[in-house]
């Protein structure tokens, strides 16, 4: 039974709307993820000797603001409204325009590249990308330091989130959802279910297997198939190795379909019946289409990353991305989103909160994993500029038949 609702009005209303969210939860992959993501190289801009210039901030003359995202990444209701954030909006008469604009690190990037190069306006105020993407952004001085003054619940960040090795002390970057790259299959179709990477080889299954355009999730579950530490020192060999089993793959037909989050179609059109895929992706598919598929993490070792906000150095609303980054840094709040997106929340007493909306929830080790469901799983590690260029050349070689 859910505990007794809140007093305050705001978080009454924002529990009520997540429990009617999560006994209801609306498709909406149709028309968002499109078709399969253009796998052209978007290589590393060249680094300069002078970083782009900030853009001014007009916030507080201006109350607009402009987030970039992925799909199925904000808690929606049953007509396509994203309670918490229209929450926001009433709350700080902020006006949000929400843009599901991103399907593939690289691919956004190669979009907004040349903006970013030149100190522009890229269409987004703040954006979500993944660690190593991040990584990126803050070495070439395409993003703006966050002002923590703006951003009290900064203090909410749970504690090994806070020094990366990308962004110690998390002075240009903020974890908006974690999650796990591990296995996925249909299970009305794949009875038997899948255990570890090589599964996905077996001949049954040729022509019907997914993988993701993101190269870390991809190269490194076969990695650690092969018994390597994606998080250390590993060696080009070894990246090398894991490569020629995903060309293999590709070559012969067993991979269909290399994507970013439109992999989700393939899933529920029934193009592919296992693949490669993100933990809370399949939470989604599977409130629309009753339980049909599973994921797991591989028995030998699955990918843990987290996607973060941005503020890109041409943003002109620098003051107001704070003070939505710092809205949904509440417990209550993140509590709402992970309860619908299912995936890893970042943010201390989220948990507590989500006890208020569904317990049964606050125990699930897709959005509050503990230690053992940790000790599973890695962070691919941070690569030079050097090995950046030449892995992602190769991955993406192996997709344009190089």
Known sequence: MPRPLPDDPMIRSLVLQARRAQMSRRAVLAGATGGAAALALAACAPGGSTAPTAAPDESDTDKTLRWANWPAYLDEDDDGNHPTLDAFIAQTGIDVSYLVDVDDNNT??????DQLALG???????VCLTDWMVNRWIRLGYTQELDDANIPNKKNLAPELVDVSFDPGR???????????GLAWNKEKVPAGLESVSDLWKPEFKGRVGVLSEMRDTIGLIMSEQGVDIS?????????????????????GQIRNVKGNSYLDDLTNEDTLVAIAWSGDISVINAEAGDKWQFAIPSGGGALWNDNFLIPIGSTHKKNAETLIDYYYQPEVAAEVAAWVNYITPVVGAKEAMMDIDPELAEDQGIFPDEETLSKVKVFRALSAAEEQSFSTAFQGVLLGA
């Open 232 to 252: 250390g020192d590993f060696s080009e060999d070894q990246f090398q190795a894991a490569l020629d089993v995903f060309r293999q793959n590709v070559e012969s």
């Open 108 to 113: 956004y990037y190669g979009k907004v590249k």
């Open 171 to 181: 002075k240009f970057s903020l974890p908006w959802q974690g999650g796990f790259a």
């Open 120 to 126: 522009q306006d890229i269409g987004a105020d703040t």
